[in-house]
């Protein structure tokens, strides 16, 4: 495991740090790959049911790219070679992009989420801060604009309108500002967010993890659909749990007035 990105366990949630706070938490490509490692390790372990990931210190949740080492000229890059590198493979962050993860992901957003640290946040299913948090899609200063789901994903949470504000400008805003436009659920003190995060996703892991996996992955696939397309796809996920032994433990657990136990199977 990579010293710049670590995992730990709490009960069934796994909580993820990026640990480059000289860095802002930015990401190098090595740092990049880890974090994608650990993805692909909390998705594939039944034992872990939702992850927390944050950033170290209290300055930056990830300041994106590290740029000295994203630096390749685009222009004339092989086609080949950037599908390889940046298209067809996970995107910055690993969730951004080719690799979908369908069990719960808070972000605890501590400090600067900054372009692709924005567009981690964005892939992330709900978004907590603290009460310094600053967020921006800075691209478009620099000549390129978001390329790993933030324009994407932008519109889909907080509108287009606020979408087209953020991205069109590249300007910063506030904790205040994002969670008035919905872009991140509950504001916490610096002392709280990860605390607060941590027991939000101990909440989430006491409830049926299929039906979330579940639902996150028909919420994720209807985009483009027609409604009776997307409603379709709803019934068959629901039918599907009527094979599973959690809806009999919770159906029994309802019926004799108890807390299910639920086993993911």
């Known amino acids: 495991m990579s010293d710049d990105i670590r995992i730990e366990r709490d009960g069934k949630v796994a909580l993820i740090t990026i640990n480059r706070e000289s860095k802002m938490n930015s990401l190098d490509f090595n740092a990049n790959q880890a974090l994608v490692d650990v993805w692909r390790s909390f998705s594939e372990d039944a034992t872990y049911h939702v992850a927390v990931i944050t950033g170290a210190g209290s300055e930056a949740f990830c300041a994106g790219a590290d740029l000295k080492t994203y630096t390749m000229n685009f222009a004339t890059t092989p086609v080949d070679e950037f599908r390889k590198r940046f298209t067809d493979g996970p995107g910055f962050a690993g969730i951004t992009r080719n690799l979908p993860v369908n069990k ?142 959690d809806l009999l433990e919770g159906t029994n657990a309802f019926r004799e007035k108890r807390m299910p136990a639920f086993e993911g199977r």
């Not at 948090?133 to 789901?149: K, S």
């Open 104 to 245: 719960p992901i808070v972000a605890a957003i501590n400090g600067f989420a900054i372009s692709g640290g924005l567009e981690l946040a964005l892939a992330c299913d709900i978004r907590f801060c603290s009460e310094n948090a600053v967020f921006a899609l800075q691209d478009v200063r620099w000549g390129f604009h978001a390329c790993d789901g933030g324009l994407i994903r932008l519109k889909e949470i907080v509108g287009l309108g606020h979408a087209m504000e953020l991205i069109l400008s590249g300007d910063r805003i506030d904790a205040t500002h994002a969670a008035r436009i919905g872009l991140v659920n509950r504001i916490f003190s610096e002392n709280e967010l990860l605390e607060q995060s941590l027991a939000y996703a101990q909440h989430l892991a006491s409830r049926a993890p299929l039906p979330q996996q579940f639902a996150k992955d028909v919420m994720r696939r209807i985009e483009g659909m027609s409604q009776e397309e997307a409603l379709r796809l709803e019934s068959k996920s629901f039918r599907k749990l009527g094979d599973t032994k």
